[in-house]
Each structure stands twice: as C-alpha cells, then as structure tokens.
C-alpha cells in the first residue's frame, strides 16, 4: 500500500485502520489499467492516499512499465490476428455449435423442437392456421435473395413475385394456400442457386412429405447455403485482403518498432548467420551431417564465388535455416515471431516425411521391384509406416523398433502372395538393423533423404513452385503429394512475411553484406 505523504504514515499509529480507511487509501487504477491510457484519458486522475490525487504521468516508473506493457501486448494481439487471416490459405468460416450434451444445446433442442411441432399443429387444424408458416416463409425469401448476385436481376424480381406475402395472406384467409406446392418452388429454386456439393442434400427434401418436417429440412440446407456463400466470398476477397494487409501489417509493425527500436535484434543475429553460412566455404569433410545444419543449401558456387552473396539469396538461406532448424527454446526472428507456430510444424512435418521417405526406400531396396510396382502394395506400406512414425520426433529409437517389425512382415506377406521367394533371414536382419538405424541423425540413408529434400526447397524458392514440381528429386516419389503440398504453403507463407518486412531486411542486409557488392538493395520478391 502507497501513501501520499509521512504525515499520512504518522498519523496512522494515532488512528486505528478501518476497512473503509484501507480502501480509501489504496491505489486506484480502474480509469486506466488494463485499458486505459495516458492519451484517451488526459484528464482524469487517480487517489493515492486520502488527501491527494495524482494525474497518470507522475505515477511511479513501475506502474507506467506495466501500462505500457499491457497495451503493446493489445496492439501485438490485434496484429497477430490480421496476420493469422492473412496467411491462412484454408481460411474457412464455419457456423459454432454449442458443446455436445452440454445445457445450452439441450436447451436450444428442446425449443427447436417446441417450434416445429407447434407448426405442425398448426398445420394439422382444420382449417389449417398458417401464422408460423407465413413466418418461415418471409424469412425463406430474404434468405433466397441474400443468395443472389448483383448482376441476377430477372431472378431476384422473379422471386419476389412469386413469394409475395401479400399473395399469401389472401390466401390463408380464403384457406387456400398450398405449403407443397409454394415448398416446390423453393427447392427448384435452392437446387438452381446451392453449390454443387449441397446437390445431394437439396435433393433429399424431394422426398420429405410432412409440410412441417419439409419446411424444417429446407431451413437446414439454407443455412448450410448461406455459409457456402460466405465461403466463397471470403475466398474471393482474400486475395485483396492480403493486398492490403501489407501495407496495415507494416504500419502496425513500424508503431512497435517506434516503442522498441532494438526491437530486431535477433532479425540481425538470424540474417547475420545466414550470410556468414553462404560466404562460409566447406570441404568434404566440413559437410553437415544433421539437419540443423544446412549452410550448403544454395550450392557450393555461393560459397566459392569471391563476390558476396546477393540480398535474395541471404535472405532465402536465412528462411531455409527456419524451416530445417530443430526448433528449441532459443530466441527467434522477430519479423517471423507471429508465425514461429507455423514454421515448427512445418519442420516437424519436414522431418516426418524424411523418416517415412527413408524407410520406404530401405524397403523397396529389399523387397524388390515386383512389390513396389504394385500400388496397393506401396499405399498399404506408406500408410502403415506414416501410422507408426507420428511421434519419431519424441521417441525416435523406440518408433523405429516398431516401425521395422512391421514392416518387414509386410514384406514377407508381399512377397509370399506375389509366390515370390521369401527373404532369408540373414537378409531379414539386415532389413531390420537398417531400418532402425534410420532413428541415428548419422544415418547414410536419412542423410541423403535430408539432402534431396533440401534441394526441393532450395528449387522451390530459387525457381517457384511450379518448376520445381516438374523436375521433382528421384527418391522422394513416395512423398510427392505431401512435399508439394508442404511446399506450396512455405512458399506462400514466405512470399508474404517478405512483401511485408523487406524494407527492414534490406536495411540490415545493407550492414551484413559488403558494402562493395555491385548488387541491388532491394529483396527481390519470390
């Protein structure tokens, strides 16, 4: 507790301490923490004490430090979610559901279910009322044009026209109205507007004959069309949303670094380290043996070459030392902090498909080319080995004792319903001593594995995607699929991480690199 002057503290050996005295007496900050500011709040004031009040600029250090504290923690926030809607190329908008058996969704079941068996009541009086139809029916059509498009006027009229509300209050009055038939129409129309993957579902209400089960039905599929709508506009827009989200994610990252201008410091360790990896020259016997060391990435022309390496080139090193890294506690790029989380699955998921490549090549060296020109031979292996090796990266010894029984059972039942002879057990021993030294990061065969899949990535920055797909290295067939697709979304994540800071990392490069160096210093886009 803080008081506002000695007298204060004197005074209290002659006064005994109440409850409402302590609560007078404590520091108020309600007026700004955690929301608060000095700015959106000039004029207002805090009681320290009985007697005094001070404004938030004479507070003491340790208060304006967590002030401060707090709100870069906000503005980190904000911008950490524009940036997640940014790079996320699956980004998809699903309806919440409440937890399943939960209070909320029983209660929510239940008053559902109240709604559709009072309007089936009322669709079984005689004569029929048709209040809560005419209801659904309202909604039905607002929904229906929601669907639409700007440019699909003649439907958009024609669908007013036919479901005009005043039309079929005329008719209810006279009992006339036909909720088959007026349901008809309405699935013509959903059928005309659903996506193709909503076909099968619009169909199924063809054959719903209760009018309240089948108004019901056509509720659900519309909901589940209008959240296909806002998918495929998000899809649409989120080309320009990255467009502009350059510019806003630059601004905002430029107002942290106002506050913190060391704030970089270890973009300029990270980019420095790639630098000296590419000016660094090697010989045979200096060649890395792990995958957290990968400074021959980019050839040995690079490291040979008396001239310094160009702004790009660092930069694509520095971005291929993340992706091959093992990640730890150390500390990490600033620039790329937002998607440390991302980048670590990436080279989990990296490292998964090395083991997996690796093991299947060690198969097929012992299992001939009969089994492996069998694809459902091949796909039966990959997935039980893929299966076996989930968690190689936290037991790695223990994953590969399983993995190497399994697998050479597999063989053996290959070969014996192909009526090919049976491995010895010699050769069988050899199989399994080979596939569990894959767990060794010395391993000949992972060795190799590592080097072609670096040189996929290498290709994929240097010459794009689609180049390096179509001269894909031999040996990694296996994992085609989920190396492209690894590939695609590393790409993507770079490409974007360098539009926004390439400013910063020319500024430093600027330093890194000799200032004698004819080249440009500007970061080339991939």
């Excluded at 990694?476 to 991480?497: C, D, R, T």
Aim: aromatic fraction near 8%; hydrophobic fraction near 35%.
């Amino acid at each position: 507790m803080l008081r506002s002057n000695p007298s204060d503290a004197k005074s209290e050996t002659q006064e005994p301490e109440t409850p409402r005295k302590r609560e007078e007496e404590e520091i108020c900050l309600d007026d700004h923490f955690p929301g608060g500011t000095e700015d959106s709040n000039p004029g207002s004031s805090c009681m320290i004490g009985k007697h005094s009040t001070t404004k938030p600029h004479s507070w003491p250090p340790r208060f304006r430090i967590l002030i401060y504290l707090t709100q870069t923690a906000n503005d980190n926030s904000k911008l950490s979610t524009v940036h997640d809607t940014t790079v996320k190329e699956d980004l998809y908008m699903e309806k919440k559901e409440l937890p399943p058996d939960s209070h909320d969704s029983r209660f929510v079941e239940r008053m559902y279910n109240a709604y559709w068996d009072h309007l089936k009541e009322q669709l079984s009086c005689t004569p029929p009322d048709f209040t809560c139809a005419l209801e659904l029916i309202t909604n039905v059509k607002e929904i229906l044009l929601s669907l639409l498009l700007p440019h699909q006027d003649r439907l958009r009229n024609e669908i007013k026209e036919s479901l005009d509300l005043n039309v079929f209050k005329q008719e209810t009055e006279q009992g006339a109205l036909d909720v088959v038939h007026l349901s008809t129409y309405i699935i013509n129309l959903m059928g005309l507007l659903c996506a193709p993957v909503r076909d099968e579902a619009v169909k199924q209400l063809e054959s719903i004959e209760d009018p309240a089960e089948l108004l019901r039905g056509i509720f659900h599929v519309l909901s589940l069309m209008k959240m296909d709508m806002v998918n495929d506009s998000v899809k649409y827009l989120h080309p320009y949303w990255q467009e502009h989200a350059v510019e806003h994610e630059r601004a905002k990252f430029q107002k942290l670094l106002d506050k913190q201008p060391d704030f970089l410091i270890y973009t300029k360790i990270w980019l420095t380290d790639a630098a000296r990896d590419l000016t660094t020259p090697y010989t045979s016997s200096d060649v890395p043996r792990s995958s957290t060391s990968i400074s021959w990435s980019f050839s040995d022309q690079e490291a040979e070459n008396s001239e310094p390496p160009s702004l790009t080139m660092v930069l694509y090193q520095a971005y291929l030392n993340l992706l091959l890294k093992d990640f730890g506690n150390e500390e990490f790029p600033e620039t790329l902090l937002m998607d440390r989380i991302r980048l670590q699955k990436m080279s989990f998921k990296l490292k998964h498909l090395t083991v997996l490549a690796s093991v299947l090549l060690v198969a097929r060296s012992f299992s001939g080319s009969v089994l492996f020109r069998s694809p459902e031979f091949v796909e039966k292996l990959r997935c039980t080995t893929k299966n076996l090796t989930q968690e190689f990266n936290t037991k790695p010894e223990e994953t590969m004792l399983r993995v190497s029984e399994q697998v050479s059972q597999e063989i053996y039942q290959g070969l014996k319903d192909k009526g090919l002879t049976a491995l010895s057990n010699e050769r069988k021993a050899s199989l399994v001593s080979q596939l569990q030294n894959i767990a060794k990061k010395e391993n000949c065969i992972r060795i190799i594995t590592e080097q072609r899949i670096r040189l996929f990535f290498k290709c994929c920055l240097v010459r794009g995607m689609r180049e390096s797909l179509l001269d894909f290295p031999g040996g990694l067939l296996f994992i085609e699929g989920e190396l492209a697709e690894l590939g695609w979304k590393f790409v993507s994540l770079i490409h974007y991480n360098q539009h926004v800071f390439s400013p910063y990392y020319a500024e430093i490069l600027k330093d890194i690199i000799s200032p004698t160096q004819p080249n440009k210093t500007e970061v080339e886009p991939i």
